[in-house]
């Protein structure tokens, strides 16, 4: 009986949850960017500033995109300003930014809120369990991670603190857990 009333929960549980794939965003050029291109790729999604002692994880996410990035994985950066105004810039200073200090060629997006009233789908995905049948998170700082599998479920979230070549994400980006 009990497996049954899992079971149940379960199904009743994945109606009421969205799809990862029906999420549209900008681009920090402003142009429109549907998640359903990421159908059959792991997803590392991470909220960006460029005045935060995390800043220099752009580096790392550059390298671990020039070494995965492709058919099989993409990296999606969210520049945010919800912490002590970490992120100043415009969208154009933004891209100028990261490209010239870190060579950034992953794909960046444009400036969003990571909570509050004004939280972005995405996010809202992110940190709703009604919303990604899997978990509720709150966003806690700038650099923080999410991974998505090649199925749009969302597997983890991660501290800011999490270098992004760490065994756990290139562990998880080849298939080792």
Known sequence: MS???????????????????????????????????????KVLIVNTASKCGFTSQYKELEELNKKYGGKKFAILGFPSNDFMNQEPLSEKDIREFCTINYGVTFQMMSKISVKGDDIHPVYQWLTSKQKNGVMDSKVKWNFQKYLVDENGVLISTLPSSENPLSETITNWIEGKQ
């Open 3 to 41: 497996i049954l009333l899992v079971l149940m929960t379960n199904v009743l549980f994945a109606q009421n949850s969205s799809n990862f794939y029906d999420i549209k965003a900008q681009t920090l050029e402003g142009e429109t960017f549907d998640f359903s291109q990421l159908k059959g790729k």
